[in-house]
């Protein structure tokens, strides 16, 4: 495209905890990827990790490295063998997980858990992790993960829709039922993003557990009991409201052993859990008999297969409180104090965007 410049700014990443903004090329969308002039890329908490080198070898895969996974924008270059109904100009969203197409999981529509993950040119790119992101003014990705905005949806909406798809998997995962009692663990931006999903779809009655302002949050979004986690046992707390019997389905999405454990131990007798959280491959300890005798069905959930489409038109149709949980904004080159109040939790910081 002509109008699309040589070089754009970006957050660049040449080491753990080394960044600098600087002038980079635009990224080259020929032939078959689309160009996105970013509007909005939320910083994560995954983010943080992947800063910090954390997650090295595997996130960044190389130096230097540009982050950024949660992003929306406007369509600026098509490269010419894409087959795509987008068109310049178009407002899209970006989700991050580029399968192979050729595994049996990526045909069958799991391309969270395509099998070529693993390697190293096999086709499989989780982009923000594995390739560069959009800390940037362009952003690169393929026509398949572009998912076209409705006209009513602002970019601070745009930016959440990456929590609530992945609560979304969650609830495709565990289920969700009419008058269902749900407890979530963990109220971060994907505990709140499940929390109103579950309102939206039936829910009679819901707990979350945690502490600080977070809480706060989950009360003023509705949750019915909130529990917290410095003052009270959580399991105990939900025994007295189910008359001892459990929720119907419980989520973590917190990540500590004790919680995955409190999470099995707060659903009744048949009840779901979902686990989200992670903690490092650090062993938990389950009463398995309980797990045997009362049949509880424990399921891990992780990324957002074919959730996109469904989560932008509930946010579309006005079912979550996106206001309330992206609390901040910064231009692209504030970057460095964009991180520093998120990771110091100020100012009841939930999600925070860069606008490049
Ligand atoms: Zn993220
Ligand atoms: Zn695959």
Redesign the pocket.
């Known amino acids: 495209m002509n109008d699309v410049p040589k070089i754009m700014h970006a957050i660049v990443t040449n080491g753990p905890n080394d960044f600098e903004y600087k002038e980079v090329p635009v990224p080259d969308f020929e032939p078959s990827n689309v160009l996105v002039k970013v509007a909005a890329c ?1 910083i ?4 943080t990790h992947i800063l910090g080198g954390h997650m090295r070898p595997m996130w960044p895969p190389y130096y230097p490295f540009i982050q950024g ?2 992003w929306c924008g406007t369509i600026a270059g098509i490269g010419k063998d894409v087959r795509t109904d987008l068109e310049i100009g178009d407002r899209v969203i970006m989700e991050p997980t580029v399968g192979c197409s050729s595994c049996a999981m990526c045909i069958a529509g799991e391309y969270h858990l395509c099998e070529n993950a693993a390697k190293k040119d096999g086709g499989y790119k989780l982009l923000g992790h594995t390739a560069n992101g959009a800390f940037s003014e362009y952003g690169l990705a393929p026509p398949n993960n572009l998912h076209k905005m409705p006209k009513k949806m602002t970019w601070e909406d745009a930016v959440i829709v ?2 609530v798809v992945i609560a979304l998997h969650a609830l495709d995962r565990g289920k969700i039922y009419p008058a269902d009692e749900v407890a979530i663990l963990g109220p971060g931006l994907l505990g709140l993003s499940v929390l109103q999903l579950v309102k939206y779809l039936g829910a009679s009655k819901t707990y979350v557990t945690g502490r600080g302002y977070r809480l706060e949050i989950a009360k003023e979004l509705g949750a019915d009991v909130v529990i917290d986690i410095t003052k009270e046992n959580p399991v105990e707390v939900v025994m007295e409201h189910t008359n001892g019997k459990g929720v119907d389905l419980s989520v973590e999405c917190a990540g500590p052993v004790s919680t995955m454990r409190e999470a099995v131990d707060m659903v009744r007798r048949g009840g779901r859990v979902v686990l989200e959280g992670i903690n490092g491959g650090e062993e938990v300890s389950f009463n398995t008999d309980r797990i045997v005798l009362d049949e509880i069905s424990v399921f891990g959930g992780r990324g957002s297969p074919n959730c996109y489409p469904r989560a932008i038109q509930i946010i579309a149709d006005g079912h979550i409180q996106t206001d309330k949980m992206l609390t901040h904004s910064f231009p692209l080159s504030e970057f460095e104090e964009a991180m520093r109040m998120f990771q110091a939790r100020e100012d009841r910081v939930m999600r925070v965007m860069l606008t490049p």
Do not use: A, F, I, R
Request: glycine share 22%; with cysteine.
């Open positions: 939320g994560c908490g995954t983010d996974h949660e990456n929590q």
